[in-house]
């Protein structure tokens, strides 16, 4: 996409959005609604918007929620689908940018590495990388709203695997790695390839790149909880929404789905968590019925030791993993992976996958502050791990600062969609009562209380490593709102958010 004309105004704006992701782009979509005499920019350091779904370009990639809820509210997916490959989701963002108008606030190849509050000023000051750091700029705005997201993209699985030995003799030999968010992959066709991992990427690649090479062998540390979901509504699901198509409106329809699909998956997700053995079952049902007699031997790979829903559950699209099981296009092993060799990958159990191709679809990292920015108040470096959590939006003693986590269990974009909205309202409130800044304060009492994990019953090694020891990353949490993140209830989270905004906690000057 070409650089945007339109300038970093010189004078000071009133927000600055960073990212021009699915977040973002929601996040300017409500501020010129709904605060429409605030002047903003979005600042994104990739040449183009899209964020995951511009930088990841692995055959396969696709959502692993359904759209009606990982699409926008104010713009709802195209009718009677529930999952879109990458780049149908890329288009369906640009659609949402050019419509509204939202691409002419975007201002490309500039990445923020660092920002300042100055209490005196009642400013942030933000340093930006320009052109991939051939000059920088700083840009000045009383509010800012990060919308960089969880993880930590470009350093996904080269950490990971840069703690195995024998990488240096696989390479020499013509052994290729390559990385999901640098795919770059050429001709595979008389290649063995070995995909590490088994979340979101390795389930959605593995049936793509299946087909592109001559043999496949996923290698996993644990098997992941797999649900199939079709692409498109099923017949059974068509006859029941168009009625209401033709009766009340498109619109109207999408409403409906929308709040349908909440309900189900917060469903799903509660009877996993309070009945677990019957979800278990449930799973493995399902699994058996797409897999036919293929069950028996596959079983030991798709059955975790954890309960289900205490890691993410990942969306097989119209069974298309389970079925290149079942046809042999891949096979799966489950065992940790010890080593590289010469001629592939040795594991714990001493056994040698001979492969020309390692693919990394694991090694997830959290980010250590929102984009892995160096963030200060006052001159005093912000650590996430030293602060609590404001309604999950904001940071206690962080000033006219919001960041953007999504929900774990339901489509991502719902929460970000709750918190702009409450943006928008602290926003207006803040102007209505002739404030400039607005930030969280622990009362007396509170200073002391203690402290809860961000969030809890949520077991993956990645998130545990961010949540525990010295190392923790991510901001704790209080025992009682406002001190708290529904991260994984929708409803209670939409309460939250929508609180009065003089609750003795939140200060205003």
């Not at 009642?122 to 960089?148: H, P, Q, Y």
């Not at 650590?383 to 999950?392: D, I, M």
Request: net charge positive.
């Amino acid at each position: 996409m070409a650089e945007n004309p339109y300038p970093i105004p010189s004078k000071r704006l009133d927000v600055v959005i960073i990212g021009a992701g699915l977040s973002g782009l929601g996040a300017a979509y409500r501020l010129q609604t709904e605060c429409p005499d605030h002047s903003y920019a979005i600042l994104e350091g990739r040449a183009s918007l899209g964020g995951t779904w511009d930088q990841f370009k692995y055959p396969g990639i696709r959502s692993d929620s359904p759209m009606i809820c990982f699409g926008f509210g104010f713009k709802p997916y195209k009718p009677y689908t529930h999952l879109a490959e990458g780049r149908e989701i890329l288009e369906y963002m640009r659609q949402v940018a050019e419509e509204n108008r939202l691409d002419r606030r975007i201002l490309y190849h500039r990445k923020v590495t660092s920002m300042s509050w100055d209490s005196t000023a009642r400013v942030w000051a933000l340093d930006v990388d320009v052109e991939n750091g051939a000059r920088r700029e700083r840009v000045k705005a009383s509010f800012v709203i990060a919308c960089t997201g969880y993880y930590e993209y470009e350093r996904a699985g080269v950490e990971e695997l840069a703690r195995f030995p024998g990488r240096e003799d696989f390479e020499a030999a013509g052994g290729r790695i390559l990385h999901p968010q640098f795919w770059q992959a050429g001709d595979l066709r008389d290649k063995t390839v070995v995909v590490v991992g088994s979340g979101a990427t390795a389930i959605s690649i593995v049936p793509s790149l299946a087909k592109q090479c001559r043999k496949l062998v996923m290698v996993q540390r644990s098997p992941t909880y797999i649900w199939c979901w079709p692409r498109s509504f099923s017949l059974a699901l068509t006859l029941l929404f168009a009625p209401l198509h033709l009766l009340l409106g498109l619109a109207a329809m999408q409403a409906i789905h929308r709040h349908s699909e909440i309900w189900f998956e917060i469903f799903l997700h509660t009877l996993c968590l309070k009945l677990p053995r019957m979800a278990r079952a449930i799973f493995a049902l399902a699994q058996w019925a797409h897999l036919g007699s293929s069950f028996a031997a596959l079983r030991p790979h798709l059955t975790p030791k954890y309960d289900p829903w205490t890691q993410r559950v990942c969306l097989d699209a119209d069974g298309d993993f389970l079925a290149t099981l079942r046809t042999g296009g891949a096979s799966i092993v489950t065992c940790a992976l010890e080593r590289f060799t010469a001629r592939g990958v040795q594991l714990a159990d001493g056994s040698e996958i001979e492969c020309d191709v390692v693919v990394t679809a694991t090694g997830l990292k959290l980010v250590q502050s929102p984009g892995n920015i160096e963030i200060s108040v006052d001159g005093t470096p912000m650590k996430l791990r030293e602060h609590v959590t404001y309604r999950g939006a904001m940071l206690n003693d962080v000033p006219n600062l919001v960041h953007t986590p999504g929900y774990l269990n339901i489509g991502w974009t719902l929460r970000p969609e709750l918190m702009y909205k409450g943006t928008c309202r602290l926003l207006n409130h803040m102007g209505a009562k002739g404030a400039t800044v607005a930030v969280p304060r622990l009362r007396p009492e509170e200073v002391s209380a203690p402290r809860r994990r961000l969030v809890e019953g949520f077991t993956p090694t990645y998130f545990l490593r961010a949540l525990d020891g010295f190392a923790r990353q991510l901001p704790s949490r209080s025992a009682a709102d406002p001190w708290q993140i529904h991260i994984q209830d929708h409803f209670k989270d939409k309460v939250q958010l929508a609180a009065p905004l003089d609750d003795g906690v939140l200060h205003y000057h």
